[in-house]
């Protein structure tokens, strides 16, 4: 199955599964509000194990991967700033990007999650969608910087763009 983007893109449409149920799987969904799930059968769908997770810490400022419960990668990042905080919760990739711009404000690539923003409905055209990007200012990384999205260096941004599939878990939380 597949989802157009905003762009025209075609993507695979992907879900995180939270429960199984008897024929039936427990979904979230990439909608607001953050965090919303519905039901689907399992028969209609292509399930797929992911052995990657991605755990953002937001009072440390850090973004780690790991394969299994090992971690293979460990990145500084800039976060949601007071008045415009990253939501904390349990999320997932559900797309990535390219930039126009591959030195801009967004890096290389750009992982768009099912999170959305708290505070804004839309923002630089979009929809307020969190994501996890590159920076083009990364002096900014270890601090609280961005508008809700999560910013890491160019180099491991294009690390994981080569490595993590759609549909991989993002774990975000405080301390």
Same mark, same amino acid.
């Given at each position: ?14 879900? *995180? %599964? ?12 990439? !909608?607001?509000?953050?965090? +919303? ?7 209609? %769908?292509?399930?797929? *194990?992911?052995?990657?997770? !991605? ?5 440390? #400022?850090? !973004? ?14 800039? %976060? @949601? ?7 904390? @919760?349990?999320? &997932? ?16 690539? /750009? &992982? @768009?999650?099912? /999170? ?6 839309? &923002?630089?055209? @979009? ?5 996890? #990007?590159?920076?083009?200012?990364? /002096?900014?990384?270890?601090?609280? !910087? ?6 890491? +260096? ?5 690390? *994981? ?8 878990? %993002? ?5």
């Amino acid at each position: 199955m597949h989802a157009l983007t905003a762009g025209g893109h075609s993507l695979p449409l992907v879900m *995180l %599964v939270r429960h199984r149920r008897r024929g039936w799987l427990q979904i979230q969904l990439p !909608v607001r509000p953050n965090l +919303a799930t519905g039901w689907i059968r399992d028969r209609d %769908v292509a399930l797929q *194990l992911d052995p990657y997770q !991605v755990r953002v810490n937001l009072t440390a #400022h850090t !973004v780690e991967v790991l394969r299994g419960t090992r971690v293979i990668r460990r990145a500084k990042a800039g %976060v @949601g700033r007071s008045l415009s905080p990253t939501p904390d @919760g349990r999320y &997932f990739i559900v797309d990535l990007l390219r930039p126009p711009i591959r030195n801009g404000l967004y890096g290389p690539y /750009a &992982f @768009g999650l099912s /999170a959305y923003s708290t505070v804004y409905t839309s &923002f630089a055209g @979009g929809d307020g969608q969190v994501g996890l #990007h590159g920076t083009n200012e990364p /002096a900014g990384l270890g601090t609280n !910087v961005s508008h809700g999205c999560i910013r890491i +260096a160019n180099r491991d941004i294009e690390a *994981l763009a080569h490595l993590l599939p759609l549909g991989t878990p %993002v774990t975000i939380q405080r301390g």
